[in-house]
């Protein structure tokens, strides 16, 4: 700390030189100098006429007296005129201004900063004043002394939110299995690591991220996120009257004034926009349910027969991106990679490669874990 403070006081000091030394520099009176000039000009334009005869030798020596007496006044005027008292105080007062900045800067620092104040917690200097920090400044400062306090929970907890607020979802997830392994697990870190994972698989509900949104359901099964995340997921798997039916319930036990909504009643108007599930479209919820009762041959019969009806029905509906959607779930969730990559590739081949539709479509896979075979 010594050392640092020698070292500034040695460059403030530097600096101040380079600025006064021309101002220590006698400056002359650039008016009077010119003028000396002129008159000399003039005593030569004297003796140039009195050789060519223009004026009698009686003429040039008046003539020179008075131009010689103009040159001692200027010389005088030089030295102790008004101009030369003014360039005196001009440089004292530059020379007093430089000086005293720096001096009265590092005073008022030492009287109002405190530059022996250690670091302060995280939490302490977050909540501390935020209204003095941007979002950047936060997020830089958080992460500083993370690397350095790695078990830190409730630096984790501060940070998992804001990394998701600002759209860091890969980080977010770090952060909140963090923060669930150091404070542990409630209703909001589980909401928190579903809604990352969410966004990390291209606003996806995969399995692992429903399975964050059921266990805060486990701690508040009034969470609003936790419930518009899982309505979310049936009609991501093509059940839109459940998730539905959902919404309406969560929008009814909400408070008017919540920000949750305006997204319901977005996610309402998109499914009802969405084209009734065909014939051939997969195995629907209800019929998933009615084959409970089938042996388990049977129920993997009927399932099987479904998604082979929805394979073909995709083969002369290429363009149906929704049922590409279905198809490559149906065949995940029978465990069959193989199939949901040929029929991902099929389904970007039919949407076309360059495609909004086809590149949404390889994001819902990813979310999935399903991947474009590597010979592509």
Same mark, same amino acid.
């Given at each position: ?11 403030? $000091?530097?600096?101040?030189?380079? =600025? ?25 334009? /004297? ?7 223009? /004026?009698?030798?009686?003429?040039? @020596? ?11 006044? $200027? ?10 008292? @003014? ?33 302060? $917690? ?116 093509? @059940? ?12 009814? @036990? ?10 319901? =009643? ?40 479904? =998604? ?19 198809? /490559? ?12 990559? $040929? ?34």
């Amino acid at each position: 700390m010594i050392a640092f403070w020698i070292a500034a006081a040695l460059m403030t $000091a530097a600096a101040c030189l380079a =600025v006064i030394w021309p101002f220590l520099r006698p400056q002359p009176s650039l008016e009077a100098g010119h003028d000396v000039e002129i008159y000399r000009d003039q005593l030569s334009e /004297i003796d140039r006429d009195m050789m060519r005869g223009a /004026i009698s030798p009686a003429e040039a @020596d008046e003539a020179k007296t008075e131009i010689s007496r103009r040159i001692l006044r $200027a010389a005088e005027d030089r030295a102790t005129g008004p101009e030369h008292a @003014d360039g005196k105080l001009t440089r004292v007062v530059a020379s007093l201004a430089i000086l005293l900045v720096p001096v009265l800067g590092l005073g008022g620092y030492l009287y109002l900063g405190s530059p022996a104040m250690p670091d302060q $917690a995280l939490a302490v200097r977050l909540e501390a004043n935020p209204s003095t920090n941007t979002i950047d400044e936060l997020i830089a400062r958080a992460e500083r002394h993370l690397v350095e306090n790695p078990q830190d929970g409730r630096g984790w907890d501060v940070l998992a939110p804001i990394y998701l607020r600002v759209g860091r979802a890969e980080d977010a997830v770090i952060a909140f299995r963090n923060t669930i392994s150091l404070n542990g697990s409630n209703a909001a870190r589980e909401a928190g690591l579903g809604d990352a994972l969410f966004r990390v698989a291209g606003n996806v509900v995969t399995a692992e991220s429903r399975e964050a949104f059921e266990r805060a359901l486990g701690y508040d099964g009034a969470d609003p996120k936790a419930r518009f995340f899982l309505a979310l997921a049936l009609a991501q798997q093509g @059940d839109t009257a459940s998730a539905a039916e959902r919404w309406r319930a969560l929008s009814d @036990d909400l408070p008017q004034d919540s920000p949750w909504r305006g997204t319901i =009643v977005q996610a309402l108007e998109r499914v009802r926009e969405a084209p009734a599930p065909q014939p051939g479209s997969g195995p629907t919820a209800e019929e998933i349910e009615a084959s409970a009762d089938m042996t388990q041959e049977d129920r993997a019969a009927m399932i099987e027969g479904m =998604v082979a009806q929805l394979a073909e029905r995709m083969r002369d509906n290429p363009d149906d991106a929704a049922g590409w959607q279905r198809l /490559i779930r149906s065949y995940s969730v029978l465990g069959r990679a193989d199939d949901a990559r $040929a029929a991902l590739q099929s389904g970007v081949e039919g949407l076309g490669a360059e495609s909004s539709a086809a590149q949404e479509l390889i994001g819902f896979a990813a979310g999935l874990g399903i991947e474009l075979p590597e010979s592509r």
